[in-house]
């Protein structure tokens, strides 16, 4: 079996580990590119959102490696992300790709749906190694994501830009390539130490700014222009909420036991926007409503034609916690000078609010 999967931020760390434990055959497509992109916008319907464009793109790049399975995932919510599945596989049919289909709906089998699909993808491996594969993979996951937190504090204050990425892109590779837990351990040690000594302006005291919006285009760089990075360049510091290893321990262990990590953030938003409208547009409400008293701004990034994120947009200005908000729709229309000009644009304005209250005290 050769399985292709799409990509999603830093997850395919995770799923190398994981596929590996379990007698490999994944067939893991080239990072997300411009040739990604147009694949997956020349055989989308226009009008539908990013995400379903670049892992269309994906699952293509997948079949042209020969894969002769493919893992579309899907959701249960009131959203697009429903039709993902049925959608993309019909157009890699029409397209004439020969492969089975594995629809990993997440939402509605969560760590048991996970667990058959890893035991039908090891050709019925014992439990046992089932449940090591995929704790060795959540493993890294939570590894590369400690390491990618301390990186959106570090670029924001080091002294010569780009040192922190390049380590994180160092600490990935050897994150990727650790074996068993022990050598994962020290590598994590390593470059936490290595980016805790990064030359710094000590002096410095850099505004803040929280990333919110739909899950897909917050996590995937590619998608966003690499917006955090940007902004480190500026010298902020980024604050997102979403990461994958906080996703995977919720959605397949914690909301299990009845822990909702999202009920702070619903309660937050509940004034203004009362139920699931799909996707992350209730959370977007919610999270403005929390962290207006601890950032200084807000990015929010939304697919251009997501449902969701266009609604909480339009609620978002009417909340009485106020804080700047800079929304970013992310298609593949998006320009890059453009986009740079407005970042450019907030933070002056971020920094320039801090300037005045500072005074004002
Ligand atoms: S949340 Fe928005 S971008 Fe994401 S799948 Fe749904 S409609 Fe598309």
């Known amino acids: 079996m050769r399985v292709g999967i799409s990509h999603l931020g830093n997850i395919s760390v995770m799923i190398k580990a994981w596929s590996q434990r379990l007698g490999g055959g994944l067939i893991l497509p080239p990072p997300n590119s411009q040739r990604t992109l147009s694949l997956g916008v020349k055989y989308s319907p226009e009008g539908l959102c990013l995400p379903f464009k670049l892992t269309l793109g994906n699952l293509i790049e997948a079949c042209e490696l020969g894969a002769d399975t493919l893992v579309i995932t899907g959701g249960d919510g009131i959203c697009r992300l429903g039709y993902y599945a049925k959608t993309q596989e019909k157009i890699l049919r029409d397209l004439g790709y020969n492969f089975e289909i594995i629809n990993l709906s997440l939402s509605q089998q969560r760590v048991w749906g996970l667990l058959k699909l890893s035991k039908r993808l090891s050709n019925n491996a014992s439990w046992f190694r089932v449940i090591s594969a995929l704790r060795f993979g959540i493993t890294k996951q939570i ?25 994180y892109a160092k600490a990935i590779e050897a994150i990727d390539n650790a074996d068993d837990y022990n050598t994962l351990k020290k590598v ?41 990075s940007e902004l480190g360049k500026l010298g902020v510091e980024v604050r997102r909420r979403t990461f994958i290893s906080a996703w995977a321990k919720f959605s397949f262990f914690f909301n299990y036991l009845g822990l909702n990590e999202k009920s702070k953030i619903h309660k937050a938003a509940r004034p203004y926007l009362k139920r699931d409208i799909g996707g992350d547009g209730w959370e977007t409400v919610g999270e403005k409503v929390l962290h207006a008293r601890e950032y200084d701004g807000l990015i929010h990034l939304a697919p251009f034609t997501c449902m969701p994120e ?52």
């Open 143 to 167: 590894a590369v994501d400690k390491i990618e937190r301390l990186v959106q504090k570090v670029r924001a204050v080091e002294l010569v830009k780009g040192t922190a990425n390049r380590l």
């Open 188 to 228: 994590q040690i390593d470059y936490t130490d290595q980016l805790n000594h990064v030359a710094r302006d000590t002096q410095a005291k850099p505004p803040i700014v929280g990333i919110i919006g739909e899950f897909y285009v917050t996590l995937e760089p590619f998608a966003n222009q690499n917006v955090e």
């Open 310 to 361: 266009t609604v909480a947009q339009n609620i978002m200005p009417s909340t009485k916690e106020n804080i700047p908000v800079l929304t970013i729709l992310c298609d593949e229309q998006m320009n890059r000078t453009g986009m740079l000009t407005r970042l450019e644009a907030f933070v002056d304005l971020l920094k320039s609010k801090r300037r005045a209250g500072n005074n004002t005290q």
